[in-house]
Each structure stands twice: as C-alpha cells, then as structure tokens.
C-alpha cells in the first residue's frame, strides 16, 4: 500500500544536527498518518514523533520536544525529522512509518515500515 524509505542519517558529534528524510510510494502520500521511531542496541524501538495526514497534528516524544521538529510535503510523498542538539544516548536505527489512522506513539499501530537509518551521535 505504502512503502517508506528513509535517508539522511549518518556520524554526528553532541550537540549536532541531522535531517532525516523518508520517501513514500503507492497510495496518495497525503491520506497517512506518519511517524518516526528509534531503536538503540539492546533496546525496546521507542516513539519519537509523528505527523497526521495534513500536518496539522504532531506529536512528539517529551524527550525531544523543543528539540526535534517533524514536518511533510505532500507533494513530495516525503516527511522529515530535523533532529537538533543530539546526544550521544540518542545513537539508534531511526526507522520511519506509516498507518491510514490517527496519530499514535505506539509502535504496535503502525502498519508500514522503511528499513531505517542509523544515526550515531559520538560524545
């Protein structure tokens, strides 16, 4: 139905910025609800953001609120993650997702899943 693939990680140092991209085929772009999620090694994959269809609603986890922004161009097919001052307990798999339903932090809801993008902070 969907099929998102991100871009844009990479090495950083503390206290750097990243923008992750993730491009998504098949159905109109503009009917998902998007989200971004993290897994670090040896860790649960944990919410980080996320956008409804029209980017009127975002949700982001309390840990990178003034930090992260998520934002999407429908005409474009892409969402993105601008990530800000990133910390070295940050490093992860940072995978982008979809869902045709609301806004959700819970991993378990989203239907359609890219192969994720690592992103290392080093300290």
């Known amino acids: 139905q969907v099929q998102p693939v991100e871009s844009g990680g990479g090495l950083v140092q503390a206290g750097g910025s990243l923008r992750l991209s993730c491009a998504a085929s098949?159905?109109?772009?503009?009917?998902?609800?998007m989200g971004w999620l993290r897994q670090a090694p040896g860790k649960e994959r944990e919410f980080v953001a996320a956008?409804?269809?029209?980017?009127?609603?975002?949700s982001y986890a309390d840990s990178v609120k003034g930090r992260f922004t998520i934002s999407r161009d429908n005409a474009k097919n892409t969402v993105y993650l601008q990530m800000n001052s990133l910390k070295p307990e940050e490093t992860a798999v940072y995978y982008c997702?979809?869902?045709?339903?609301?806004?959700?932090?819970?991993?378990?809801?989203?239907?359609?899943w890219g192969q994720g993008t690592q992103v290392t902070v080093s300290s």
């Open positions: 956008i409804n269809y029209s980017g009127g609603i975002t």
């Open positions: 098949g159905r109109p772009f503009s009917s998902y609800t």
């Open positions: 997702a979809a869902r045709l339903g609301p806004v959700t932090r819970s991993a378990r809801e989203y239907d359609y």
